[in-house]
């Protein structure tokens, strides 16, 4: 059985899209390296790159829990 290009259907997500389903808890995956994220004290956060997705939000209290390297 060969795939058509008319039998794809295309997967494209926007950036709104992605954020969206972040904040929602529909997606539990880091828009920048693709690891979980965590939700602590109200912000979504990825231990992994470090990056935080807050809104209106003062950062300077909030400490992330550093990653285990196994090995």
Not at 26 to 33: F, G, K, P, Q, Y
Not at 38 to 64: F, Q
């Amino acid at each position: 059985m060969t795939l058509e290009p008319a039998n794809l259907a295309p997967f494209n997500r926007t950036l709104d899209q992605a954020l969206t389903g972040l904040v929602r808890g529909a997606s539990l995956e880091c828009l920048v390296c693709g690891e979980f994220v965590l939700h602590v004290r109200g912000v979504i956060a990825c231990p992994e790159c470090r990056s935080i997705l807050a809104e209106g939000r003062d950062l300077r209290d909030i400490e992330l829990p550093s990653v285990v390297q196994a090995g």
